[in-house]
């Protein structure tokens, strides 16, 4: 082969394509996420710390300001969704972008509570709309081979968070008042740069709704009703990662507190390798339904390995923890991955954006409830606690193949073709 001829070209553009998406409209969208999440983990990673040390506000006051926000955000997703779908999906997200990155750019000259929730809220309320529209925009761009080009999107995205919380850490080892404002300025350019990304996207127009049909179709979808509620329980096993393990670590096992840092950059790892390789694999509802029940499985392995940490020496703790991040990734993969599968596959095309916003509001009011379950309920009952979420996870996911087959037999079926009709 002759370096630099057609056949190299070729071969480098199909390398390209494996990794960054199929055309340009996957690259677009593909490099968009990524921005916007590498300004998520630059944000999320210090945000607490700036407004507590830096504006001098009460942990509470912080904490009460943020979970407000996220509360009243959860109304914004099934309007914002609709909005998507009958005014445009690349508008909407552009629209929600702005008023973030305006909102974000503005949390630096915040000095009291009320301010710190008024500007929370404000992004949380696009925050949700944008999400609605982001998964309209999946739909209609990945049209080739959906369940890859999802499989990729999500591990750019996963590789935006972390290359964001790199450098939250440096601001934060740093600990100046001009650290954390560059973190903050550095994710409202994110949204900015993101939406100004989305204008490489093509305006792909709104699709008709069928005729007589609801004004939200998607509140009386039981299938996809119940899937979502299934979906937002399911939830539970990101802060289980984030949260809970590194409290039942440094509290109950003789594993080094920097344990925690390496299970972070483990899972985090295994997420972005396997992502696509695993993922792609998982394209029908009913493919999904499996996937969401065998993720119930691995949790139902990984959560009693966790627990059993706290009961060994400190190397074999090491090791049972290890093993038990390398489960528990298997499973966030294919939780993920059935919510794709599910979550757009059983949402009609007409109505993603409905859709999407009625799954992420199942989703985000799961991770709102998900710090006081797991630290009262788990953590209060020790080991006992890990065994019964490990049997909740594997319940919830065993309701997956079942829920598959019910929302295929209830979608509407195309119309007949005659025979003498030409195709």
Not at 5 to 25: E, I, L, M, S, Y
Not at 109 to 125: F, I
Not at 153 to 179: E, K, P
Not at 357 to 376: D, E, H, R, Y
Request: charged share 10%.
């Amino acid at each position: 082969m002759i370096k630099g001829g057609p056949v190299d070209r070729t071969a480098r553009t199909a390398r390209f394509a494996r990794v960054a998406g199929n055309n340009g409209p996957e690259r677009v969208l593909i490099a968009a996420s990524f921005v916007n999440r590498v300004g998520n983990g630059l944000f999320n990673a210090a945000s607490a710390l700036y407004f507590t040390l830096i504006v001098g506000l009460p942990a509470a006051q912080v904490g009460s300001a943020l979970t407000i926000a996220g509360l009243i955000g959860l109304a914004a997703g099934i309007p914002g969704g609709r909005l998507a779908d009958r005014r445009g999906a690349r508008t909407v997200m552009m629209a929600a972008l702005a008023v973030q990155a305006v909102s974000m750019a503005a949390l630096v000259l915040v000095e009291s509570w009320t301010a710190l929730t008024l500007l929370a809220t404000l992004d949380q309320l696009a925050a949700a709309a944008g999400g609605a529209a982001w998964g309209a925009l999946v739909a209609r761009v990945g049209t080739e081979r959906p369940a890859l080009f999802r499989a990729k999107l999500r591990t750019f995205v996963n590789l935006g968070v972390i290359f964001g919380t790199v450098g939250a850490g440096l601001a934060v080892a740093a600990d100046t008042r001009g650290a954390y404002v560059a973190l903050i300025l550095g994710n409202a350019a994110s949204f900015a740069l993101c939406a100004v990304l989305l204008l490489l996207l093509p305006s792909y127009p709104p699709l008709p709704a069928p005729p007589r049909e609801r004004r939200l179709p998607a509140l009386s979808d039981r299938p996809y009703l119940t899937f979502t509620v299934l979906y937002g329980a399911m939830g539970l096993q990101y802060p289980v990662v984030s949260l809970l393990l590194p409290i039942w670590i440094s509290q109950h096992t003789e594993a080094p507190r920097w344990t925690v840092a390496v299970l972070f950059a483990v899972n985090a790892a295994f997420c972005v390798l396997l992502q696509t390789r695993l993922g792609s694999r998982i394209e029908t509802p009913r493919q999904g339904g499996r996937a969401f029940r065998d993720a119930g499985l691995l949790f139902l392995v990984s959560c009693p390995l966790m627990a059993l940490a706290g009961h060994t020496p400190v190397w074999v703790a090491a090791g049972l923890l290890l093993t038990a991040i390398f489960l528990h990734s298997l499973g966030e993969i294919g939780e993920s991955s059935a919510g794709f599968a599910l979550g757009f596959g059983l949402a009609p095309d007409h109505a993603q954006g409905q859709y999407q916003g009625l799954l992420g509001l199942g989703f985000s009011a799961g991770q709102a409830l998900a710090p006081a379950i797991l630290t009262t309920v788990v953590l209060g009952l020790g080991t006992a606690g890990w065994l019964v979420l490990a049997v909740f996870f594997a319940g919830i996911g065993a309701a997956g193949p079942a829920v598959a087959r019910w929302g295929l037999r209830t979608r509407p079926r195309p119309p007949a073709v005659p025979a003498d009709t030409p195709a």
